[in-house]
């Protein structure tokens, strides 16, 4: 399947889309709102800039995809993987990442009031720079090497919480994840 197949479906009114092979393609500043993805292989797509609104990826394979600036609100990511992917300055209001796999996932500048990590995994993240208003992080897998520098809008409690389980070095920048979290 091609990019334009993808669109000139899209553009008749199918939204469902879910467990197809979509892997690789290059859908940049695609309009796919209230798209059906789930359990798509959408490794290493570049859906950069794209518009997914209300859109449903879980279960998705998802390692490697590019959704820098991307607009994600209120879009379903449970059960994922998301490993290695760029969401940097991606818009993810109120996104679900419920048991996703976050792995080394990029999400610098990005905005994630309201969203939802409860036990996802997010081993080596990058959150630099990220707005974490009302984000949800319970019952984390791991935040081992992750880096939250300059993370904005993380309450107390939720930072107590993150620092209690944070251990390690984030493999790129280098910043230990407890002081990222602003040591407490």
């Known amino acids: 399947m091609s990019a334009e197949w993808v669109i000139e479906q899209y553009s008749q009114g199918v939204r469902d889309f879910a467990i197809l092979d979509l892997g690789g393609l290059k859908l940049r500043g695609a309009l796919l709102s209230g798209v059906d993805l789930r359990g798509a292989n959408l490794k290493n797509?570049?859906?950069s800039s794209a518009n997914l609104i209300?859109?449903?990826l879980s279960g998705a394979n998802?390692?490697?995809a590019n959704f820098r600036g991307a607009i994600l609100r209120n879009t379903?990511?449970?059960d994922a993987d998301l490993s290695w992917a760029n969401l940097t300055?991606?818009?993810l209001t109120e996104a679900k990442f419920i048991r996703s796999n976050l792995s080394v996932a990029?999400?610098?500048g990005a905005n994630l009031i309201d969203a939802d990590f409860t036990r996802a995994n997010l081993k080596g993240a990058n959150l630099r720079g990220t707005n974490l208003r009302g984000a949800k992080f319970v019952?984390?897998?791991s935040i081992t090497d992750a880096d939250f520098t300059g993370a904005k809008n993380i309450p107390d409690a939720t930072r107590a919480y993150l620092y209690s389980i944070a251990e390690g070095s984030h493999p790129f920048t280098k910043h230990d994840t407890k002081s990222t979290l602003g040591g407490l």
């Open 106 to 108: 990029n999400f610098s």
């Open 89 to 91: 300055w991606a818009n």
């Open 76 to 78: 379903n990511f449970s």
């Open 45 to 47: 797509v570049d859906l």
């Open 139 to 141: 019952g984390l897998k």
């Open 62 to 64: 998802l390692i490697e």
């Open 54 to 56: 209300d859109a449903d």
